[in-house]
């Protein structure tokens, strides 16, 4: 008998037993179902379960918090069950025919960032090291860069990693959709690699003019007229889905025989065309459309409010899992106007969401059980994930995941209010001054402290008026 087996078998039945079960699979602390029907789950009495620490729907998915142990309960709860487990990949397959179009949308977006998102990260990290290194000025002392051989070549070192990770983002993604998709990878990349080429990149020279005014007919392979669209998301998209859904045609109408030969070569060679010919272009009008929209956002007259908005109502978006779009938006802004003014808000919320669970903690300081959930959720929601935050905690409770979009929205006023502008995308948590100039950084902890005072504030205020 398992340590799980009892707990196992009433969340089977409270599951509304074997039947009910799509898929089920387990990521670091959660069980992950893909339900039947919905309604027919008992979740009160599943969080009552001495082994649970609180459930939550996403994406399609019913989840189960476990904690560290997850795995020793997935595999007595397969034990018992007698279901088969499945991948991640094909659980959130099944689970986006729970989902509205919008969601899918959003769930496809995701997992076309999700693999090279750490690789963002990484990126917005260095470039902050750069930026101490090589570009921050302390006084009358100068850079540090300019006073030691050793940080000026570390300064140059940086700048090889951070070339790579931006510049060849497209390179990235083409990868991640021929994967996502199940399609030919490699062919992902070196479409990504033609998207970024440096005999590409020429163009601006060329052409001599912004490569976004000229017409996509107005293209000829003579003229040696193509752009090398370099950090730009959308075209590397649409290229990618282009070369997905060509090579998926091919294989349906070329013999197996010699579909190897063929098959890549007529998938591969029309969509570098297509790309650099058409969608390059329209691409990079769409990209710089929705930047310049959102931009304009937030630094015209009413970028206060519609950093208010922005900044209460992005935690519901990560209920939802729309949040990942703004993924796109975020790099698009940092290749067009050199920063975003949008990411800043996105890591104060995280902040926020962690210092109300850090408010419930306080209330329920002394509770041993609840603390396995509240601590590591707070910390993990400062380092940027706040999933187990929200979910385990501030949700469960409903006020806290209140008074945190209250600080959030507060932080965000502040941030765009004051031109708070990250470099690029980082740890989205306190780590994230990484991400911006030097001389930022007082402003930005600033603002971390707003964000952590007032959720934690009116959570405490308010859970002991309440007495919860």
């Known amino acids: 008998m398992g340590k799980y087996t009892q707990d196992s078998k009433d969340l089977l ?13 387990h990521c670091v602390t959660r069980m992950r179902f893909v339900l039947r029907d919905a309604k027919n789950t008992d979740v009160e009495k599943i969080e009552a379960l001495s082994s649970v620490k609180g459930t939550f729907t996403q994406a399609g998915q019913f989840q189960v918090i476990i904690g560290n142990d997850v795995d020793v309960f997935y595999n007595d709860f397969i034990d018992v069950s007698g279901i088969e487990g499945t991948t991640k990949d094909s659980v959130k397959e099944m689970a986006k025919t729970n989902q509205n179009k919008l969601q899918q949308l959003a769930s496809n977006l995701a997992e076309i960032f999700a693999p090279i998102i750490p690789a963002i990260i990484v990126g917005g990290l260095l470039l902050g090291f750069r930026n101490i290194i090589g570009d921050a000025v302390f006084g009358d002392y100068g850079t540090i860069a300019s006073h030691s051989q050793f940080w000026a070549g570390v300064h140059s070192f ?12 497209p390179v990235g993604i083409t990868w ?102 058409v969608l390059g272009p329209i691409g990079w009008a769409i990209g710089s459309w929705i930047s310049n ?71 329920h300081r002394g509770n041993k059980e609840e603390e396995q959930v509240s601590v590591p959720s707070a910390i993990s929601a400062y380092l940027g994930v706040t999933e187990p935050a929200m979910f385990g905690i501030n949700l469960k409770y409903g006020f806290p995941f209140i008074c945190a979009m209250i600080g959030s929205s507060i932080a965000a006023i502040i941030s765009v209010g004051m031109g708070l502008m990250a470099n690029s995308v980082g740890v989205g948590g306190i780590l994230g001054f990484l991400s911006f100039n030097l001389d ?8 971390a402290v707003v964000a952590m005072i007032v959720p934690f504030s009116l959570t405490v205020i308010y859970g002991k008026k309440k007495n919860a």
């Not at 001599?208 to 000829?220: V, Y």
């Not at 802004?333 to 995280?350: E, K, R």
Request: charge should be positive; hydrophobic fraction near 55%; proline fraction near 5%.
């Open 13 to 25: 039945n409270y599951l509304g037993g074997k039947d009910n079960i799509a898929a089920v699979t």
């Open 158 to 169: 940086l700048w090889l990693i951070c070339e790579a990770i931006f510049h060849f983002l």
């Open 176 to 277: 991640s959709i021929t994967r996502k998709m199940g399609t030919t990878q490699i062919l992902g990349i070196v479409l990504g690699i033609t998207l970024v080429s440096p005999q590409l990149l020429n163009a601006y020279a060329v052409a001599g003019t912004d490569p976004a005014k000229i017409p996509f007919w107005d293209f000829g392979f003579t003229q040696i007229r193509m752009i090398g669209y370099q950090a730009q998301v959308i075209p590397a998209i649409l290229a990618g889905f282009t070369l997905v859904y060509l090579e998926r045609f091919f294989k349906k109408i070329i013999p197996n025989a010699i579909s190897m030969v063929f098959v890549p070569l007529f998938a591969l060679v029309p969509t570098v065309i297509i790309a650099h010919v």
């Open 293 to 363: 929209l959102v931009y304009a956002g937030l630094t015209s007259s009413f970028r206060v409010l519609f950093a208010a908005v922005f900044g209460f109502f992005y935690s519901p978006l990560v209920i939802t899992g729309l949040h990942h779009m703004t993924n796109a938006i975020d790099l698009q802004l940092a290749n067009d106007f050199g920063g975003t003014l949008l990411w800043p808000m996105i890591a104060f919320s995280n902040i926020a969401q962690g210092s109300a669970v850090l408010g419930i903690w306080w209330l």
């Open 440 to 447: 930022r950084w007082p402003l930005f902890f600033l603002i």
